[in-house]
């Protein structure tokens, strides 16, 4: 599975941008999706996973109510809206993904994500 992250940039605190993962390699409405991000100096963090229908979410507190993460299973794609950004959100943002565990509990876990994108540089001035 190759993945391709696009769409970070620069943008004001309370700006918006919506990252861009495609994927090829795989048919796409088998795997299930995340997005991590990683700031200068710490470890790796989740931020939000989709199942394979779309139909389950899972987002990680600091992110909850600000961003959205979707999918275009036509389209291989999936997507991470972020609004009301914050400083605190500067970081590289990877897309990954999880083509065994079903279940959305394992969805934080960087362990069941087989593949990761390069990572696209997300940087929130205030």
């Known amino acids: 599975v190759q993945l391709q992250a696009s769409g970070g940039g620069l943008a004001q605190a309370g700006g918006s941008l919506r990252l861009s993962c495609a994927a090829s390699?795989?048919?796409?409405?088998?795997?299930?999706m995340g997005w991590f991000r990683q700031a200068p100096g710490k470890e790796r963090e989740f931020v939000a996973a989709i199942s394979r229908s779309g139909g389950s979410t899972v987002y990680a507190d600091s992110v909850k109510g600000r961003f959205t993460i979707s999918r275009d299973n036509a389209e291989n794609t999936v997507y991470l809206q972020m609004n009301s950004l914050e400083p605190e959100d500067t970081a590289v943002y990877y897309c990954?993904?999880?083509?065994?565990?079903?279940?959305?509990?394992?969805?934080?876990?960087?362990?069941?994500?087989?593949?990761w994108g390069q990572g696209t540089q997300v940087t929130v001035s205030s």
């Open positions: 390699g795989r048919t796409f409405s088998s795997i299930s």
């Open positions: 990954a993904a999880n083509l065994y565990y079903s279940d959305s509990y394992n969805y934080p876990k960087e362990y069941v994500y087989d593949y």
